[in-house]
Nanobody, 119 residues
Framework: VQLQASGGGLGQAGGSLRLSCAVSGRAFSSYGMGWFRQAPGKEREFVASIRRSGGSTAYANSVKGRFTISRDNAKNTVYLQMNNLIPEDTAVYYC?????????????WGQGTQVTVSS
């Protein structure tokens, strides 16, 4: 299983960016998917997750109401729509895939994509 994240870049405070993560290998629809981020000097943190069917999502409090995770099982892709960006959103964003049920560790990770938000 390989994950390829894209869509990062430079955004302005109050603006929007959309991240994509393309998954190859085993059936995409069999994986729960998540987004995480790591800012300089900080530990990696959970951002958002979505279950296999896409029917259930979860968000970190810091992004709730601003970010939306979604998936297209026909395209083997998970998305993270980031609106109303703030400088604190600056980080490397990683997508991850989980074969197990919610609460279990993620099994596969992408390479990360840099998001930088200017004030």
């Amino acid at each position: 299983v390989q994950l390829q994240a894209s869509g990062g870049g430079l955004g302005q405070a109050g603006g929007s960016l959309r991240l994509s993560c393309a998954v190859s290998g085993r059936a995409f629809s069999s994986y729960g998917m998540g987004w995480f981020r790591q800012a300089p000097g900080k530990e990696r943190e959970f951002v958002a997750s979505i279950r296999r069917s896409g029917g259930s999502t979860a968000y970190a409090n810091s992004v709730k109401g601003r970010f939306t995770i979604s998936r297209d099982n026909a395209k083997n892709t998970v998305y993270l729509q980031m609106n109303n960006l703030i400088p604190e959103d600056t980080a490397v964003y990683y997508c991850a895939a989980r074969a197990g049920i919610a609460g279990q560790p993620y099994d596969y990770w992408g390479q990360g994509t840099q998001v930088t938000v200017s004030s």
